[in-house]
């Protein structure tokens, strides 16, 4: 089968990944605590992965290919989760496009020093210049999408673009940490996927830490809890935030390989960017709205001009 025939799969997937982090944002507004919130997120992915590998059972890994596995591989889910549970905290804080821009671009960042360096089982390609250009420039684009903080707004007189309540300068470190641990999340899931050969076992096992972590520490801080008024606005729709994030990550786990890294991320990114400064500029599920300005639409443009030059070189 041609690559080319996975492309709309991921452009899907990269778009549900941004979805997701704003879905989450609302989920934890009507849950009010944060763990109880990522818990209900993250419960869906793991029973709808537990069934289907019930269903499709093999094929199973061998001794040889668990004996190979490095001990961090089953922690692909927990580092991925980390940036997950920032969207979940801060997305409604500081907006879809600057969260989902800074997440990418230490997302790529690390990714091609990985690729660099050969650090955790990557084969070292060395320093290539076009690739570290281009996210030099997704560097610079995201400093365009997220240029207007509220104080600035109001200086301005610029209400339309004003943020989100918020200077989001005090969450960017986060932020930053929660893309790149996003990126090693990525590296450590396909590694699973190798040693345990079944991509529904794989995913299951790379979730099942996340889920055990989150409902842990809620049930060592349950409070603050929901009233019923905060449950009755619960839509339909919020529990299955984890399950539309989760979309990305099996779509690594298959197709990685097949499509290459360079086209996958490429278009992966492309996609949830592009979701993202739509969210902010239409206030689709519940974002406060913020106009895709000039700054926004060019910071944008600048970040898939740097995902091509990644993605081709």
Known sequence: MSAALLYPFIIVAGALQALGNSMNAQLRGRLVNPFLAASVSFLPIVFVFATLFLVMPTPLPSLDTLAAMPWYAPLGGVAGAVA???GLAFVDKVGAGP??????????????AMDSLGLFGLPGGGFKPMPWLGGLLMAVGVTFIARVTPDKGKEA???????HGLNPRLLYPFIVVAGALQA???VW?????????NPWLAALVSFLPV???FVLVFLLRPKPLPQRTDVEGVRWWMPLAGLAGAVAVFAGLLFVDKVGAGAFNGLLITANLLTSVALDHFGWVGMKRVPAGPSRLGGAALMVAGIVLISLF
């Not at 969260?99 to 091609?112: D, E, K, R, V, Y």
């Not at 396909?190 to 345990?196: E, K, S």
């Open 84 to 86: 997950v549970f920032g």
């Open 99 to 112: 969260f989902n821009g800074l997440t990418l671009t230490a997302n790529i960042l690390t990714s091609l």
């Open 157 to 163: 007189g610029k209400a339309e673009e004003a943020g």
């Open 184 to 186: 090693v999340g990525v």
């Open 189 to 197: 899931n396909a590694q699973l996927r190798g040693a345990l050969v």
């Open 211 to 213: 889920v055990f972590v």
